[in-house]
Nanobody, 116 residues
Framework: VQLQASGGGSVQAGGSLTLSCTSS????????MGWYRQVPGNQREMVAT???????VYAEPVKGRFIISRDNAVRTVSLQMNSLKPEDTAVYYC???????????WGQGTLVTVSS
């Protein structure tokens, strides 16, 4: 299975971007999907996740600014990022977790750069 991430880019502070993660196969197998981000030299951190039954978790720094959604019909998880800040600059990775097999899968990263 492949997770194809897209939508990264450069934007000024206060702007918006939407990331999309599209799977090559059905995403119904994934108990949880979401986005992580990583700044060089730092650990990868959770940004937002959404479960198969619609439970959503946001990291504190993005609450109220980011919106995650999951559309099983088109095999896509999206992250709408609003009111972007320079500290949101990172490589964003799509993530999927299958609770039944405890298997974790990562997509390739997409770079988001927010300038002040």
């Amino acid at each position: 299975v492949q997770l194809q991430a897209s939508g990264g880019g450069s934007v000024q502070a206060g702007g918006s971007l939407t990331l999309s993660c599209t799977s090559s196969e059905s995403i119904l197998r994934w108990t949880n999907m979401g986005w992580y981000r990583q700044v060089p030299g730092n650990q990868r951190e959770m940004v937002a996740t959404v479960s198969n039954d619609g439970k959503i978790v946001y990291a504190e720094p993005v609450k109220g600014r980011f919106i995650i959604s999951r559309d099983n019909a088109v095999r896509t998880v999206s992250l709408q990022m609003n009111s972007l800040k320079p500290e949101d600059t990172a490589v964003y990775y799509c993530w999927a977790f299958d609770f039944g097999t405890l298997y974790t899968h990562w997509g390739q990263g997409t770079l988001v750069t927010v300038s002040s």
